[in-house]
């Protein structure tokens, strides 16, 4: 049953359906339950669950297809960009310097896809560390750390002594020859993203993830950075052109 308070109930069902997405136990092409299923198992309306299935579908999370049913959405084609670039980096080439704000570091239970990523078991206790990225008084990126607490004991205590993830690991863990794999795909804000970078509910984002592993392929860091679509574009400049034939 979702808790009636105020994060609207659409929002609540929204994020519980994610979860079964991104973790996996409803893998692509699985048929999700109906409307009416859906609300009686979770005691909400059925104009609640039409919200929260229009905010997935507009996220490409799920597909509907008239007469047979919705089904998790087909998995997005990967390419390879070759290099990210930070967007933090990227800002540096301003007229004036960003700045880095930290909303809340705190421990929380590992919601599941976070688990998945970080190959741990669902519930345990990781560092959850938001940011937000200020330029001229307006906030532009989003920046979710997940670290467990087991690997990485006094973490909340440590970080605030250099204000950086990976100086701080290297410091005081010992953590070094890592590598990452990075993900690129375009989102909208949900309500407490929308809050944190001052902006609406549904605007435009461009989401990167990041899974931070050893060399031995032991992730230790999953992280989520959030850029404002309406305020952020990214260019390429090459020295040979491209063509598409």
Same mark, same amino acid.
């Not at 809340?104 to 560092?127: F, N, Q, W």
């Not at 532009?140 to 006094?154: D, K, S």
């Given at each position: 049953?979702?808790?009636?308070?105020?994060?609207?109930?659409?929002?609540?069902?929204?994020?519980?359906?994610?979860?079964?997405?991104?973790?996996?136990?409803?893998?692509?092409?699985?048929?999700?339950?109906? #409307?009416?299923?859906?609300?009686?198992?979770? =005691?909400?309306?059925?104009?609640?669950?039409? @919200?929260?299935?229009?905010?997935?579908?507009? @996220?490409?999370?799920?597909?509907?297809? @008239?007469?047979?049913?919705?089904?998790?959405?087909?998995?997005?084609?990967?390419?390879?960009?070759?290099?990210?670039?930070?967007? !933090?980096?990227?800002?540096?080439?301003?007229?004036?310097?960003?700045?880095? =704000?930290? @909303?809340?570091?705190?421990?929380?239970?590992?919601?599941?896809?976070?688990?998945?990523?970080?190959?741990?078991?669902?519930?345990?206790?990781?560092?959850?560390?938001?940011?937000?990225?200020?330029?001229?008084?307006?906030?532009?990126?989003?920046?979710?750390?997940?670290?467990?607490?087991?690997?990485?004991?006094?973490?909340?205590?440590?970080?605030?002594?250099?204000?950086?993830?990976?100086?701080?690991?290297?410091?005081? !863990?010992?953590?070094?020859?890592?590598?990452?794999?990075?993900?690129?795909?375009?989102?909208?804000?949900?309500?407490?993203?929308?809050? #944190?970078?001052?902006?609406?509910?549904?605007?435009?984002?461009?989401?990167?993830?990041?899974?931070?592993?050893?060399?031995?392929? #032991?992730?230790?860091?999953?992280?989520?950075?959030?850029?404002?679509?309406?305020?952020?574009? !990214? !260019?390429?400049?090459?020295?040979?052109? =491209?063509?598409?034939?």
């Amino acid at each position: 049953m979702l808790k009636r308070d105020v994060v609207p109930l659409y929002h609540q069902l929204k994020a519980l359906l994610t979860e079964k997405i991104e973790s996996g136990e409803w893998p692509p092409g699985h048929q999700l339950p109906a #409307e009416m299923q859906i609300c009686s198992e979770f =005691e909400v309306s059925r104009s609640t669950v039409r @919200q929260a299935m229009q905010s997935l579908a507009s @996220q490409g999370l799920i597909e509907r297809h @008239q007469g047979l049913g919705t089904f998790v959405g087909r998995p997005k084609v990967a390419n390879n960009l070759m290099e990210l670039f930070s967007p !933090y980096k990227g800002m540096l080439q301003a007229d004036a310097l960003p700045t880095q =704000e930290i @909303q809340k570091l705190t421990t929380v239970p590992a919601p599941r896809s976070v688990a998945t990523h970080l190959g741990i078991p669902e519930g345990e206790d990781v560092y959850e560390l938001r940011r937000r990225v200020v330029l001229q008084s307006e906030p532009l990126l989003l920046v979710i750390n997940w670290l467990p607490v087991r690997r990485f004991p006094g973490f909340d205590k440590k970080f605030g002594e250099l204000n950086s993830v990976i100086r701080t690991l290297n410091r005081h !863990y010992g953590v070094a020859g890592i590598h990452q794999h990075k993900e690129i795909e375009i989102t909208i804000l949900d309500q407490e993203e929308a809050a #944190e970078l001052d902006s609406k509910v549904g605007a435009p984002a461009l989401l990167i993830t990041y899974l931070t592993s050893t060399v031995g392929d #032991e992730p230790f860091e999953y992280r989520k950075v959030i850029v404002r679509g309406d305020r952020c574009k !990214y !260019y390429v400049h090459q020295a040979e052109p =491209e063509f598409l034939v």
